[in-house]
């Protein structure tokens, strides 16, 4: 059984820092790239950042580069991911994927595990 288990999550305030993780099971995690994306209320679930199998290559989504980095420690099955200079508008649900391929998947269609999210909330 695969599961994806998200942390990290919380009620910071504008300019702060939090760190997700990821933790994975029922995979072999080197396998998969790894994603995190986020819905806000009314939103559309929406890209953030993804990494390759090895953790060579990240690739962001424009509301985030700059701010967040993403990393994976495939020993730990765990990927991260750290957010800095938080703003109001990255209040949202955050959610790990991992998906069964080679590339960078920006698309939610390119994962097929998904967990059940944490909330992060960002007051100003």
């Known amino acids: 059984q695969v599961q994806l288990v998200e942390s990290g999550g919380g009620l910071v305030q504008a300019g702060d820092s939090l760190r997700l993780s990821c933790a994975a099971s029922?995979?072999?995690?080197?396998?998969?790239?790894m994603g995190w994306f986020r819905q806000a209320p009314g939103k559309e679930r929406e890209f953030v950042a993804a990494?390759?199998?090895?953790?060579?290559?990240?690739l962001f989504g424009d509301l985030v580069k700059g701010r967040f980095t993403i990393a994976r420690d495939n020993a730990k099955k765990t990927v991260y991911l750290q957010m800095n200079n938080l703003k109001p508008e990255d209040t949202a649900v955050y959610y790990c994927?991992?998906?069964?391929?080679?590339?960078?998947?920006?698309?939610?269609?390119?994962?097929?595990?998904w967990g059940q999210g944490t909330q992060v909330t960002v007051s100003s």
């Open positions: 029922g995979i072999t995690f080197s396998n998969y790239a």
């Open positions: 994927a991992a998906g069964a391929t080679m590339m960078l998947p920006s698309s939610k269609s390119g994962y097929n595990y």
């Open positions: 990494i390759r199998r090895s953790g060579g290559s990240t």
